[in-house]
């Protein structure tokens, strides 16, 4: 093994680069306080689907991605390395095999359907853009073990419902939606493809949408030559809504094969998703282990035409680990995508202000016991307290609350510290109110605080 040798300059003057690496972001406090506010969110979605959190390693063997994750993602996107072991390893870019890993494991103990959530951040090696890092979290929710098509209805529900959440409406976002069941047997029954030409023309319909329509006839025609079955593709191509589907099922002597697929767009009409869910003939997932329904979330916005989720379910995962077969299905939401689309549509609050109910401050450095004691106390309350350390000038110390965003200020004089109650200042409206040391609580509906 070549081992990699890095120098340290000592002494040089370079000056080393102060932004973060290409595709990867510093959180600041501002943009912290926007993350935990939607990572909050996607925990209490998750929990009340009756979803449970886990968590894996950053770094995995690199076979576990080379088992089912798809080409573009382990030819192009991988940061993979060779660890002083000598072993293959490889940051996650994706939480989907660490899970089956690790449900492989443990499933015999847990009831069934088994529902996790995650949070993981993940590396992918792409060309940085609007929607597209290098580092990105991604919200992941799935299910194992659901009865035929109930998993599948579950997880649109899940996912759907944090975007509700947040006040978005089919106004703006979309669920399109299709099946590898159907799209295996077209490809294998009607067109006759062998294996290799069909994982080809996934490919292209994984592209379609993404190149030209004279790029894509140009696939195409290398990948069809018959007239026939270019026509049938060109059927399938232009397939709207379930009812189209239906019929070309029926048409074509589909129904059988994708009988899973037929169950489950009849269960999906007697939900409220079918608002918001259309099929889409050129979703496919550019990731291998997918084995029936397929979906990505879209934001309808022109402005942000991308997909800001997806999933799927996966029938073959855990037998890579010599297990029986046991479905899977789920989805990853990414932050990235998830901000773009709530800032789009003005779906997200101001994170301007540091969430601090009460600065407090002194007139004298002999007053410092009883301004910690003060503080400690509102701490006992639940009251966020910052403790402004160091004597004051009044003018500073409001100056520095109204910067920092606290809701009131308590400036502790010899007086108050003689009386046993102290002022507190709201600075929303500069009203005031004397609240004395057993009495701490009222500051709570003085400032109308939720917490605590
Ligand atoms: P994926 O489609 O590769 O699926 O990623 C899911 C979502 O993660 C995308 O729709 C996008 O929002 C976000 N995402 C992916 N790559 C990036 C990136 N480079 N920058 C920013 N956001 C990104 C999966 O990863 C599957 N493992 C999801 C899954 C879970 N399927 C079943 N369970």
């Known amino acids: 093994m070549m081992a990699m040798v890095f120098y340290l300059a000592k002494g040089s003057s370079m000056s080393l680069s102060k932004l973060p690496y290409k595709g990867t972001r510093d959180f600041f406090p501002t943009e912290m306080r926007k993350r935990d506010f939607i990572f909050n969110r996607m925990k209490k979605i998750a929990e009340l689907h009756g979803y449970e959190a886990y968590d894996g390693p950053m770094v995995e063997e690199v076979e576990l991605y080379l088992a089912k994750s798809g080409e573009e993602l382990i030819n192009e996107q991988i940061y993979s390395f060779i660890d002083r072991g000598d072993r293959k390893v490889a940051i996650r870019p994706e939480m989907t095999p660490t899970l089956a890993r690790m449900v492989a494991q443990v499933h015999r103990e847990f009831p069934k359907p088994l529902r996790w959530y995650a949070i993981p951040n993940l590396m992918r090696y792409e060309k940085p853009q609007k929607g597209r890092l290098r580092e990105h979290w991604q919200f992941n929710c799935d299910i194992f073990g659901?009865?035929?098509?109930?998993?599948?209805?579950?997880?649109l529900q899940v996912a759907s419902g944090l975007l509700k959440s947040f006040g978005a409406t089919e106004e703006h976002f979309e669920i399109l939606l299709n099946d590898r069941r159907l799209v295996d047997a077209f490809f294998k029954q009607t067109l006759n493809f062998d294996s290799e030409r069909s994982h080809k023309l996934y490919k292209v319909l994984d592209k379609a949408k993404k190149v030209s329509n004279e790029a894509l006839g140009k696939m195409l025609d290398e990948l069809i030559p018959e007239s026939v079955k270019k026509n049938q593709f060109v059927h399938y191509l232009n397939l709207k809504t379930f009812s189209d589907v239906d019929n070309f099922l029926t048409m074509y002597g589909l129904k059988d094969a994708a009988a899973g697929f037929v169950s489950f767009y009849k269960k999906l009409s007697s939900t409220g998703l079918s608002k918001?869910?259309?099929?889409?003939?050129t979703i496919v997932r550019g990731l291998d282990y997918y084995t029936g329904v397929v979906f990505e979330i879209f934001d309808k916005s022109?402005?942000?035409?991308?997909?800001?989720?997806?999933?799927?379910?996966?029938?073959?995962l855990l037998q890579i680990f010599n297990e029986p077969a046991m479905g899977g299905v789920g989805f990853g939401l990414g932050d990235v995508t998830l901000t773009d689309f709530l800032e789009t549509h003005k779906l997200l609050p101001e994170f301007k202000a540091q969430d601090c109910d009460v600065l407090i401050s002194y007139l004298e450095d002999s007053l410092e016991p009883q301004a910690f004691e003060l503080a400690h106390k509102l701490r006992e309350l639940n009251i966020k307290t910052e403790l402004h350390?160091?004597?004051a000038?009044?003018?500073?110390?409001?100056q520095y609350a109204e910067k920092?965003?606290?809701k009131s200020v308590t400036i502790i004089g010899s007086e108050e510290v003689k009386n046993g109650s102290f002022e507190f200042k709201r600075l929303r409206d500069q009203e005031k109110a004397v609240i004395s040391l057993n009495q701490l609580?009222?500051?709570?509906?003085?400032?109308?605080?939720?917490?605590?």
């Open 276 to 281: 918001i869910v259309v099929y889409d003939p």
């Open 441 to 452: 609580s009222e500051l709570k509906e003085f400032l109308e605080l939720t917490h605590g």
């Open 146 to 155: 659901a009865p035929e098509a109930l998993g599948e209805i579950e997880i």
């Open 302 to 316: 022109p402005e942000n035409r991308r997909a800001i989720c997806g999933g799927g379910a996966y029938g073959n």
């Open 393 to 398: 000038k009044p003018k500073k110390v409001f």
């Open 404 to 406: 920092k965003g606290h």
């Open 389 to 391: 350390l160091g004597e």
